[in-house]
């Protein structure tokens, strides 16, 4: 269930009006300072007054409309200085703002678009009110509201971190995984506790402390390698080390990777750990993989060594993009991006009129991380029907325009 974006504190009327009448105040304050100077300057400082133009009355009155609640006379005003000035930032601004407050994020990126028209240069700094106004709107779902509070934490928001601070500390996995990313010290060390006491699951703690790409990450990883009783924890903790450049780990890998009584996924992943430390003990087993004729076998060691686009990996990735399974060229587009960023664009477009809606939202979602990086395609997928979706471009906005 999505949250209204007058119903939160941070965004809420009460708050949102007061800050523009606070606005609203300082300004009269500093014109009556300005006049009471100009007076005391005396008549041998024929100073001139500044002339308050058409226009700048007309934006004056219309974030003093907004600041009392009345919205529809706002963006009335502000229609009236476009009307006139169609390029004048400060109405479009006006504009968006009136539109967010009385309509939502939706209706903040449509007054964007309609200001911004033909114009091929876009303005990221009010793409980016919308953007922020649409993941606030989906911040109390249950399903994506951590990734939209991790987004606006990321951009320095103080109440979506203060929420997600408090989900962790109520126990909450994902608002953990969540801060974690962000760098924070207290989740990182929260989850290295749980895989040392068991609690919770380890898997899902392993996969997050390898995102929050910490330093702090490795010691709790390498004494997993050692943990027999969990080959899959092993594999997982392998692979994860090579993605956090663990050099040190590379004689327990190697260990894991010659030990021929290990599983066949510990003794991959060990050689894909290893191979992300640039050490080509397991490259065998990888070439071997890599030309597996089970796409989802072949497809997946590709994934694994996604930093080195070989001709082996290449033609790897062009088996998956023509593979009969959506599912596997969706995969196959994905990691292409790396490579060819245009081919996958093309490959990605493809399945974004498959029949299937869960292969049209994996390629939405991918094109959004991996391959768009032009606001255009951004507003674009703003509007998908998919939440994860929405809620990753609007992140995306948000990255590019910090």
């Known amino acids: 269930m999505s949250v209204p974006i007058n119903s939160r504190p941070e965004h809420g009327a009460r708050r949102q009006f007061g800050v523009w009448s606070a606005a609203f105040a300082l300004s009269l304050v500093a014109y009556g300072a300005t006049n009471r100077a100009w007076q005391a300057s005396g008549p041998q400082e024929q100073t001139a007054r500044p002339v308050l133009t058409e226009e700048t009355q007309a934006m004056f009155n219309g974030w003093a409309l907004l600041a009392a609640g009345d919205t529809a006379?706002?963006?009335?005003?502000?229609q009236s200085v476009l009307d006139k000035y169609p390029r004048n930032i400060s109405a479009a601004a006006l504009r968006v703002e009136a539109e967010i407050a009385r309509g939502g994020g939706q209706a903040g990126l449509l007054?964007?678009?309609?200001?911004?028209?033909?114009?091929?240069?876009?303005?990221?700094?009010?793409?980016?009110?919308?953007?922020?106004?649409?993941?606030?709107?989906?911040?109390?779902?249950?399903?994506?509201?951590?990734?939209?509070l991790q987004?606006?934490?990321?951009?320095?928001?103080?109440?979506?971190?203060?929420?997600?601070?408090?989900?962790?500390?109520?126990?909450?996995?994902?608002?953990?995984?969540?801060?974690?990313?962000?760098?924070?010290q207290g989740a990182i060390q929260r989850l290295i506790r749980q895989i040392e006491t068991g609690e919770g699951s380890r898997m899902l703690?392993?996969?997050?402390?390898?995102?929050?790409?910490?330093?702090?990450?490795?010691?709790?990883?390498?004494?997993?390698?050692?943990?027999?009783?969990y080959p899959y924890h092993i594999a997982a903790a392998a692979d994860g080390l090579g993605t956090l450049g663990a050099r040190q780990a590379i004689p327990d890998l190697q260990r894991l990777y010659n030990d021929q009584s290990q599983l066949a996924p510990t003794r991959l992943m060990a050689a894909a750990g290893l191979f992300k430390l640039n050490d080509m003990t397991g490259i065998q087993l990888l070439m071997r993989n890599l030309a597996s004729d089970v796409p989802t076998m072949s497809i997946g060691t590709a994934q694994l060594m996604a930093g080195n686009p070989s001709p082996e990996w290449r033609a790897a990735v062009q088996r998956g993009l023509s593979d009969p399974d959506p599912a596997v060229r969706v995969m196959a587009a994905e990691i292409l991006a790396?490579?060819?960023?245009?081919?996958?664009?093309?490959?990605l477009e493809a399945l974004l009129l498959d029949d299937n809606q869960v292969i049209r939202e994996k390629a939405s979602q991918a094109m959004v991380q991996k391959v768009a990086g032009d606001f255009g395609t951004f507003r674009r997928f703003l509007r998908a029907g998919d939440a994860l979706t929405r809620v990753q471009a609007g992140g995306r906005v948000l990255e590019l325009t910090r």
């Open 205 to 229: 703690q392993i996969d997050a402390l390898i995102q929050s790409r910490s330093p702090l990450a490795i010691p709790p990883l390498i004494k997993l390698l050692k943990d027999t009783n």
């Open 338 to 347: 790396l490579a060819d960023r245009e081919a996958s664009r093309a490959a």
């Open 111 to 148: 007054a964007y678009e309609n200001w911004l028209g033909g114009r091929k240069l876009e303005d990221g700094y009010l793409l980016r009110r919308a953007a922020r106004a649409i993941l606030w709107e989906v911040a109390g779902d249950p399903a994506v509201g951590v990734e939209a």
């Open 73 to 78: 006379k706002a963006a009335g005003y502000a």
């Open 151 to 184: 987004h606006l934490a990321a951009d320095e928001d103080p109440e979506a971190r203060a929420q997600l601070a408090r989900r962790m500390v109520a126990g909450g996995f994902g608002e953990t995984r969540a801060l974690a990313r962000l760098g924070d």
